[in-house]
């Protein structure tokens, strides 16, 4: 919290952030945002700087891009900008009392609920899941033809995120019927719902027709499931067995919220994403051949794929990080103001809603070098782009930075690490046609997004093995006897040892340390990570590098002597 006291303790306290001119009487700026936000937002910080009002209806808004004022944001605790009140949108979807809807405690119980199946012992169980899907569609595909990519990733995304979060009900029984209910209720997330997310919209009107339908199919499911000697270790059953601190149980209608707020976190971020990593490397083939180059040395041109080796993969994971710059998902994050803030000489108000926006941010100059050239190396060291987390953003950041992250890209690296080495494929129309749709607020490639494929000369349509490699040191299970959370002194480590820094705001126990180094790491039930000791032994250094090197938050460091 230092940064942001620092940003909030200047005492030249009282100028007015510059404002936009023009607007409409009641819609304000509504027009021009609604026509596409992320060239509206661009322009606001272009013309007026990192600090920027503007007004949507009758709300004024603050806009906040580049790193220093992205740290008031990201930074600031939940009773200082409030996220629930930002995101009442989303209160049909998810339901009355559930996330966003709920107090700042509650909210925070049941988003640490969804962190058992996201952790780095359950990835492990997802890899046989996520491979399944894959050669699923490569069957359905065959050896030659032509498909709308954005579509295919959004079917696949779908069905990885229904087998490996919800259970085999969804997957395999509701198939089709869970894909139109999850349409439905994504739909009802575009530019109106943020001010209006009641009005007698057809999509309005299909988004709680299918939010009601979801739950009679969670009320059936749990009813079946109490009759059942074994119960399945799904995050569906992980919902009906946990309980909130007071001891009480989960409704029907909670657990329906939260697995739906599951399949946000899991398949929203990754589909469009998916189909970008394909079109920019279809675009750029000379990163095209390094990735695939990288993969052939491997796994061979058709070898196994498992959890580890998924973990490994620089150029594909660089790619994937750069189009998560230029394609961010989600292109504004909000909050209200809960209690006047400062920014350098600049006030917040009380009442004012606060955005964020990534894509902005990510095309800022003196923050990436040539900001709108498709540049994966910008990751590799020295450069390392992606360190500065205020200023890396495509997940959001702090203690509020997407939860499903980490899935996401180890998803869409074993979808690429199957594809690209079975098929060649080729873009069907001329490559500047391939853009994002900003007409959505989940960001996709522009429809139609044709692209070709045959099968690579050599490889034969087979099932992928898989085995799900032990965590290196044996995978040791979570203690719940730790107590006290460490917290890191100020003192150097002593000679021989090292210390391991841990920034709790970032850190959402997602347990991938744990999984490398479990005699350093140790993550309980509550998802809260404890060191068990704070300056190991040099021999240990190189797990902990490990550790640090797999945290998907970034929330770990190491200080040597």
């Known amino acids: 919290m230092a940064d942001v006291e620092a940003l909030n303790n200047n005492h030249l306290a009282g100028k007015e952030p510059p404002a936009l001119r023009g607007g409409l009487p009641l819609l304000g700026h509504m027009v021009p945002f609604a026509r596409n936000p992320f060239l509206f937002m661009k322009r606001v910080s272009d013309e007026l700087g990192e600090i920027a009002q503007f007004k949507i209806f009758n709300q004024r808004m603050i806009l906040l891009t580049g790193d220093e004022a992205s740290t008031l ?39 640490r609920m969804l962190m058992p199946a996201l952790r780095g012992e359950a990835m492990r169980n997802h890899a046989d899941k996520i491979l399944i899907e894959i050669e699923d569609l490569s069957r359905q595909w065959g050896s030659e033809g032509e498909v709308d990519l954005v579509a295919a990733m959004k079917q696949l995304t779908i069905n990885t995120a229904s087998h490996c979060l919800l259970g085999r009900e969804f997957r395999y029984e509701l198939t089709d019927e869970f894909a139109a209910i999850y349409h439905d209720l994504e739909k009802g997330v575009n530019a109106l719902a943020y001010s209006f997310p009641n009005l007698p919209l057809p999509s309005f009107r299909k988004r709680d027709k299918a939010r009601q339908r979801l739950h009679e199919l969670v009320r059936d499911i749990v009813r079946k499931r109490e009759q059942q000697a074994e119960k399945p270790t799904d995050m569906f059953q992980m919902l009906i067995d946990t309980r909130y601190d007071d001891g009480s149980e989960l409704s029907t209608d909670e657990i329906t919220g939260i697995l739906v707020a599951a399949i946000f976190a899991g398949h929203h971020t990754s589909s469009g994403t998916a189909a970008w990593v394909l079109l920019e490397l279809l675009k750029h083939p000379h990163i095209l051949r390094d990735v695939r180059q990288e993969l052939d040395q491997l796994f061979g041109i058709d070898g196994e794929v498992n959890f580890q080796s998924l973990r490994e993969i620089p150029k594909l994971e660089n790619t994937l990080k750069e189009v998560l710059r230029l394609h961010p998902p989600l292109i504004v994050l909000m909050r209200q103001v809960a209690e006047d803030l400062q920014f350098k000489d600049y006030t917040i108000r009380k009442g004012d809603m606060v955005w964020a926006s990534p894509p902005v941010t990510h095309r800022m100059q003196h923050l990436f070098d040539n900001p709108e050239v498709f540049d994966p190396d910008r990751y590799t060291q020295p450069r390392s782009q992606d360190k500065n987390l205020m200023a890396y953003q495509p997940f959001g950041g702090g203690k509020h930075k997407c939860s499903g992250n980490a899935f996401a890209m180890f998803q869409i690296k074993a979808i690429f690490a199957v594809l690209l080495r079975r098929y060649d494929f080729e873009l069907v129309d001329p490559p500047h046609t391939y853009v994002d749709d900003y007409g959505e607020m989940i960001v996709q490639p522009k429809s139609p997004c044709r692209v070709r494929y045959r099968l690579r000369a050599g490889v034969q349509q087979r099932s992928v093995a898989t085995t799900a490699e032990p965590a290196p040191g044996g995978g040791c299970p979570i203690h719940n006897a730790l107590q006290n959370p460490s917290q890191t002194p100020a003192s150097s480590p002593a000679p021989g040892r090292f210390r391991i820094k841990v920034d709790r705001q970032l850190c959402q126990g997602h347990a991938m340390c744990m999984g490398e180094a479990p005699e350093l790491f140790q993550v309980d039930s509550s998802s809260t990570l404890h060191l068990v000791e704070e300056t190991p032994l040099l021999r240990n250094l190189e797990q902990a590098q490990r550790a640090v090197a797999h945290c998907p938050n970034q929330a770990l460091s190491i200080e040597t002597e």
């Not at 009442?88 to 979807?93: A, D, G, Q, V």
């Not at 339901?95 to 405690?105: K, L, N, R, S, W």
């Open 73 to 111: 944001f990201y930074r600031s605790s939940d009773e200082q900008l409030d996220q629930s009140a930002a995101y009442k949108l989303m209160t049909p979807i998810f339901g009355e009392g559930i996330v966003f809807d709920a107090p700042i405690d509650r909210k925070n119980q049941q988003l």
